[in-house]
């Protein structure tokens, strides 16, 4: 799955010279956590809905209504704005935008084409991605399990998964105990609880949770 695939479009930007206020009803209204920042079809920028708010007075000030409605239109997102955007190119893997966002602790990324903005890819289209994999939505048997980190491991568990005439919903593999081992979590239908718990013992390790 490719960062094109999943990216939200089209995109919602703003300007540098935007009052803070402004771009705080912006976010509402369009439901986003972050944009970036356009000066003559230039990015130059991104700002977060964190920026926002960061920006705006504590809710202890003693400012009146007036003075906090004044000090806010003085402030821009210029002021506020990230200026070193990561971004990515649209047939970026969905894994290393993944990474990217991870490693550099930030919720979103620009995605582009051309040199231009086509997209953005974020952390909750991330996770609805994630959903996805585990098959959340779906019902079925879920299994989490240890396996041994061995070639012919996960063809073994598929086989017999299916030798019963179970379908696959979700299948993935994760990070184990230690650098012998894998976590496996998959969910399957067309098959129950006692079956699979059954076949699968002499494969795994150990099954760690197995749950309808």
Same mark, same amino acid.
């Given at each position: 799955m490719l960062v094109g695939n999943r990216m939200s479009h089209p995109v919602i930007w703003i300007t540098p010279d935007t009052?803070?206020?402004?771009?705080?009803?912006?976010?509402?209204?369009?439901? !986003?956590?972050?944009?970036?920042?356009?000066?003559?079809?230039?990015?130059?920028g991104i700002v977060s809905d964190r920026d926002l708010l960061n920006a705006s007075p504590?809710?202890?000030?003693?400012?009146?209504?007036?003075?906090?409605?004044y000090?806010?239109?003085?402030?821009?997102?210029?002021?506020v704005m990230t200026r070193k955007v990561l971004t990515v190119?649209?047939?970026?893997?969905?894994?290393?935008?993944a990474r990217i966002m991870a490693d550099n602790k930030i919720?979103?990324?620009?995605v582009m084409r051309d040199g231009l903005v086509v997209g953005i890819i974020t952390e909750t289209d991330l996770f609805k991605i994630f959903l996805e994999l585990l098959g959340a939505r779906e019902m079925g048997?879920?299994?989490?399990?240890?396996?041994?980190?061995?070639?012919?491991?996960?063809?073994k !568990?598929?086989?017999?998964?299916?030798?019963?005439?179970?379908?696959?919903i979700s299948f993935g593999v994760f990070t184990g105990e230690d650098p012998t081992n894998r976590t496996l979590t998959f969910k399957v239908?067309? !098959?129950?609880?006692?079956?699979?718990?059954?076949?699968?013992?002499?494969?795994?390790?150990?099954?760690?949770?197995?749950?309808?």
């Open positions: 009052p803070v206020h402004e771009a705080l009803n912006l976010f509402k209204r369009e439901h !986003i956590r972050r944009a970036p920042v356009f000066k003559d079809k230039v990015m130059i504590s809710p202890a000030t003693s400012l009146s209504v007036w003075e906090l409605n000090l806010l239109s003085k402030v821009t997102i210029s002021e190119e649209e047939d970026t893997p969905i894994e290393e935008a919720g979103g990324l620009p048997v879920r299994v989490t399990a240890l396996i041994a980190d061995q070639k012919g491991t996960l063809a !568990i598929t086989e017999a998964v299916a030798g019963l005439g179970g379908n696959f239908y067309g !098959i129950n609880k006692a079956d699979i718990e059954k076949v699968l013992s002499p494969i795994v390790l150990s099954i760690t949770d197995i749950r309808e």
